[in-house]
């Protein structure tokens, strides 16, 4: 088949593997905004400066003070989500009762402030981030060479994305969030405190983008402006997968890294709007999103 | 969703009356007048970055003010524009009265094809929807062979209006630019103060009171969009044939971003707010073009200062102040 269509399948399995490599990104991403808008109501703009600050934090610790990279996955997230929950506290709780654009302006601002602070203090040009010792070097798989490191990336955002669901889906915390996130006033006359289940959640949604931040320092150039470009591929992500499911945003957002690549094998040109191309689609055929639910 | 928009983001200014109010036509007349002497003080370059801007704000601000839709992608039609612009105008070699309009023409078509799908989702998406939209219109304007990749379409002649009148000249310049702009925002003015600007207002602040008083409310959003999107590229296509550059600055998220900001400092869903936002803005990154990425971390936190502290904006609170829509 492959010779056939004149692809090498080292070319093919190259690209899907990049692909995968992309949607774990678009995924974990399109998550966090998933469950920060659930219950907040709000699109977090900011959500790529975040990732951009997780694989800096992480960089940082390497850096400073001498901290791996396996202690940066547990640490940047903490971190990372505090100073979410801070920026929730101060700026946007007192959002709730305006109109959610407000939340999208404030969060956008919020994301021009961090991208200049690092732009200024570290230019554009970006920090390498070498591969933890333990996953450097590749596996033969027989049909293609699977660097360690893409291979974790993978398995990790994947387990990530799975526990996300589980604990949303079928534990008691999540069964508040999920209730709270329909009738929050019933909820709190219920005896939770709603306003700190959100506050909370906030920082969760930004620690799941901290945490793609390093996962993606090792591959990617640690560079300010890499979460800029990518937040506006998850907002489509986000449109076509529609923020109604938790599945759905994982789904989705492996699947459209998939269809990047097999475009980057096949139509090159197309590979940077292809996403784009099937949102319009999606908006023709199902404008709620291909796992929304119509309002 | 539909239960937010009545405590939505339209400031109390905005509730403009029926008709044209007598101070409306004379801060006109005095801001003519202005524009008529300013270049004996200020730097006609200077003025005429300020006059795209505000008409591009001004042109965010029909849609975003009175139309109650947020696009942040608006970038797309500026500079989709301001590209054919300077592409008509150096390669075809048109005129300059030429290349705006073929500008201006292709940024109501693409806004026919963006608004039409865009206008099938609300509120945050439709923000979504537009920006992704805007992206992809940046890549193509990255790939494609006719707008000079990095770096863009240079050294644009900027040509003879009407085949006699040497545009060369910065003064002669500015004078039509400020033309070109004041009689926009007179339209603009007009299509706000028209019956259909009053049923946009509605769509606005009850969808579901219009729809049901039988108003076709897509085909409204959809109208305003295309409108929206022919001023803002009539604002780039101006801004190319003036700075006889079109570059991939003008049709980057960052540009959709700004003239959002202009709009939001100066009060959206006011008159005159885009103006004073845009003179703001443009002053601003003026003074601070030395001071690199600070006017970017500027920017974010006058976003966030108008968003928490300021949301009816300056022009906003001067009405409010003086008890008069602006």
Known sequence: MFELLGIPPQALFGQLLLGLINGSFYALLSLGLAVIFGLLNIINFSHGAQYMMGAFVAWMLLTYTGINYWWALLIVPLVVGATGVVIERLMI???????HLYGLLLTFGLALIIQGLFRNQYGVSGLPYSIPAELSGGTNLGFMFLPNYRGWVIVASVVVCFATWFAIEKTR??????AATENPTLVGAFGINVPRMITLTYGFGVALAALAGVLAAPIYSVNPNMGADLIIVVFAVVVIGGMGSILGAILTGFGLGIVEGLTRVFYPEGSAVVIFVIMAIVLLVKPAGLFGRTQ | MTTQSETGYRSEAAALPVGTPRHHMVIFAVLLGLLLVAPSVLYPVFLMKVLCFALFASALNLLLGFGGLLSFGHAAFFGSSSYVAAYAAKA??????????????????????IGALAIRRQGIYFAMVTLAFAQMVFFF??????????????????????????????????FVVVAIV??????????IHSPFGQVLKAIRDNEPRSISLGYKVNRYKLAVFVMSAALAGLAGA????VFQLASLTDVYWTMSGEVVLMTLLGGMGT??????????????????AGFGAWVTVLQGAIFVVSVLLFREGIVGVLAKWLKKPL
């Open chain 1, 93 to 99: 709780s007192r959002l709730y009762h305006l109109d």
């Open chain 2, 92 to 113: 075809w070699g048109f005129n300059p009265e030429f290349a705006i309009l073929l500008g201006v023409l292709a940024a109501a078509v693409l806004g026919l094809a």
């Open chain 2, 238 to 241: 101006t801004k190319a044939i």
């Open chain 1, 173 to 178: 915390l999540g069964a508040y969030l999920r």
């Open chain 2, 271 to 288: 008159v005159f707010g885009p103006l004073v936002g845009a003179a703001v803005i443009v002053t601003m990154q003026n003074y601070f």
């Open chain 2, 141 to 174: 304007a990255l790939q494609a062979p006719f707008t000079g990749g990095e770096d863009g379409i240079q050294a644009v002649p900027r040509g003879k209006l009407f085949g006699f009148v040497d545009l060369s000249s910065d003064l002669t310049l500015y």
């Open chain 2, 182 to 191: 004041f009689g926009a925002l007179l339209l603009i003015y007009r299509i």
